[in-house]
């Protein structure tokens, strides 16, 4: 069940009511007090294991104390406030769909850019055979390590656009409007840009933005079925890229079955079955490659018994590149509108600790689950269409720039405070 898709000029409230303000300011308090934790709980690690370090903490502030001003120490800052300023504005809220999100795209390539253009070309142990194909094919038609580091940039940040299309076909444009700040300035755009896992995130989130379009009650026939088939094609390129992208396919599933669509759940699994048999007869197989990596996962906690702080390092980390919106959006995961396309990186972050962690370098892999784990904060809840009418009867969304804004600092002060 969707929600009422509304006109794309309604008004949007760029300030929420007091109440929506104190909530605002629970929510970064919790997810301050998940930041220092994570810390905490990392500086025992350091001194305690081997596997736990600076070397596998990329994020670690307190590699090196000094301090070097580069360009992105100043384009950064910059960047957020003309997003927060120019989100709170009026003028915001009539800007069209397609600009919107081109605008969006647009500056969170400059966002991500600011933050890191260190890509890393080589991959991890526990990498799938494709990730590591795509890696040589980037390597070798970019020809520089700029080349490399605008390419990956460019395709990483199309998660942006593409989670709003799915939020909008979900939960109505309002709340994909309302939501955008919060996903362009996320913290997780630090990591985003080190390697294929960004663009993992970008395969991922085009899984569920051409399912959450396909399955539209106006899709009707060929363009349902099509769209379903190009949905289940992007799940297992997806797949290909990261093994961590199946879980997508629930959320795929979730979001089919609440639309009443089941013929585009067999459309998208044989669609993704093809991709993943077509592979597996030009290189190895998907299904075998997902065994040997999780039994290396399990030999490698057997002969590194310090893998174990991952259990409890790992979730907090996602929850805090995810920035402080991630608080309200797990709060409502339940009776917002679009928990079905929460229901799969949920799961994900549950299991992810237990991926499998190379000792000389972190996992990536939770970095498609954070844009999804926030799509929450500014959905309508299901038990209450009117939810979002404020008083007099105009549309009020609380549009969380000042969630947003914190995320933002602190990503800034995590990635150059150790540079």
Same mark, same amino acid.
């Given at each position: ?17 007091? /109440?929506?303000?104190?909530?605002? #300011? ?39 104390? &000094? ?27 009539? =800007?069209? !769909? ?5 605008? $969006? ?6 966002? &991500? ?26 390597? %070798? ?43 362009? =300035?996320?913290?997780?755009? +630090? ?16 899984? #569920? ?20 088939? +190009? ?10 890229? $990261? ?8 959320? =795929? ?6 639309? /009443?669509?089941?013929?585009?759940? =067999?459309? %998208?699994?044989?669609?993704? #079955? ?11 197989? !998907? ?14 906690? +057997? ?6 702080? !991952? ?19 797990? /709060?409502?995961?339940? %009776? %917002?509108?679009? !928990? ?76 150059? &405070?150790?540079?």
């Amino acid at each position: 069940m969707t929600a009422p898709q509304t006109s794309y000029t309604d008004r949007v409230d760029a300030l929420a009511p007091a /109440r929506l303000r104190r909530s605002w #300011l629970r929510d970064i308090a919790i997810w301050t007090s998940l930041l220092v934790a994570t810390f905490t709980v990392a500086s025992v690690a350091v001194s305690t294991s081997d596997v736990v370090g600076p070397t596998t903490l990329p994020w670690w502030p307190a590699q090196n104390l &000094s301090l070097h001003v580069t360009a992105g120490m100043v384009v950064a800052p910059l960047t957020a406030a003309a997003v927060l300023a120019a989100a709170s504005r009026p003028a915001a809220a009539r =800007l069209s !769909w397609p600009t919107l999100l081109v605008a $969006s795209y647009l500056a969170s390539i400059t966002w &991500s850019a600011a933050l890191h253009t260190n890509v890393d070309p080589t991959t991890m142990s526990t990498a799938t055979a494709g990730a590591r194909s795509a890696v040589a094919l980037l390597v %070798s038609y970019t020809g520089s390590e700029a080349g490399l580091a605008i390419t990956v940039i460019a395709l990483s940040c199309l998660t942006v656009p593409l989670t709003l299309v799915a939020v909008k076909s979900v939960a109505g444009p309002v709340a994909a409007r309302a939501l955008s700040p919060a996903l362009i =300035l996320g913290p997780w755009a +630090a990591w985003t840009t080190l390697g294929i896992d960004g663009i993992a995130a970008a395969a991922c989130a085009a899984v #569920l933005a051409c399912g959450a379009v396909a399955s539209e009650r106006r899709v009707r026939r060929w363009d349902a079925f099509w769209g379903a088939a +190009a949905a289940g094609g992007l799940l297992g390129i997806a797949a290909l890229l $990261s093994y961590g992208a199946a879980w997508f396919a629930v959320s =795929l599933l979730c979001l089919y079955f609440v639309r /009443r669509r089941p013929l585009q759940i =067999l459309v %998208s699994a044989g669609a993704a #079955l093809a991709v993943l048999g077509l592979a597996a007869t030009v290189g190895p197989s !998907w299904p075998y490659g997902l065994v040997d990596t999780y039994n290396a996962a399990v030999g490698e906690i +057997a002969a590194h018994p310090g893998q174990l702080w !991952w259990l409890a390092i790992m979730p907090a980390l996602v929850c805090v590149a995810c920035g402080p919106a991630v608080v309200e959006s797990l /709060r409502r995961f339940g %009776s %917002s509108a679009v !928990w079905p396309l929460m229901v799969g990186p949920v799961l994900a972050l549950m299991i992810a600790p237990l991926s499998g962690s190379n000792p000389e370098h972190p996992e990536y892999g939770w970095i498609a689950l954070c844009p999804w784990l926030i799509v929450a904060a500014t959905a309508p809840r299901t038990e209450g269409r009117r939810a979002g009418r404020g008083a007099g009867g105009r549309r009020s969304v609380p549009v969380p720039l000042v969630t947003a804004g914190v995320g933002a600092c602190a990503a800034i002060v995590m990635m150059y &405070s150790g540079l």
